[in-house]
């Protein structure tokens, strides 16, 4: 496999977008609304600071995989941090490297953004998502709560 094309989501990646995102979100066993796909959509397409932005993996004309992250402020840091909240490349792909590709993506924009730190969170059971992370990344010990 030649090396992964890894570009900046566009509108016209938005029927594409929304099955890797469908596809991402029934590997969580979770859907959302429509309203959420247009309004996330939206929100990944905007040039505001502090906005959510997508990265996209090209392949034979479609796409193969997408990565969701946000720069934020952090109060025990100076610069921003980098929270990757979506990382998702299809099954066919998986194991070749691409969503390593996609998460050095996200670090290099990270870097050129001056962030401090990237993190991500996933779920104890994604243990394919987790050898790849422990190979990317450092684990920590911090536990999530949510109300």
């Known amino acids: 496999m ?3 094309l890894i570009r900046p989501l566009r509108a016209e990646d938005q029927r594409e977008w929304r099955r890797l995102w ?3 979100l029934d590997f969580y066993e979770t859907s959302v609304p429509d309203a959420v796909y247009e309004t996330t959509f ?3 397409l905007s040039d505001e600071a502090h906005e959510f932005q997508a990265l996209v993996l090209e392949r034979d004309g479609g796409l193969a995989g997408l990565a969701h992250y946000l720069f934020h402020r952090h109060c025990w840091k100076v610069e921003d941090v980098c929270y ?3 990382l998702y490349v299809d099954a066919d792909v998986r194991g070749t ?3 390593r590709a996609l998460i050095e993506a996200v670090y290099r924009a990270a870097d050129e953004a001056g962030c401090a730190s990237v993190y991500w969170l996933t779920q104890e059971f994604n243990e394919a ?3 790849l992370y ?3 990344g ?3 010990p911090f536990i999530r709560y949510t109300r």
């Open 2 to 4: 030649s090396s992964p």
């Open 22 to 24: 469908t596809l991402y």
């Open 42 to 44: 939206a929100r990944l």
């Open 84 to 86: 990757l909240q979506d």
């Open 97 to 99: 490297s691409r969503g």
């Open 129 to 131: 998502g987790r050898r």
């Open 134 to 136: 422990d190979r990317v």
């Open 138 to 140: 450092t684990l920590t």
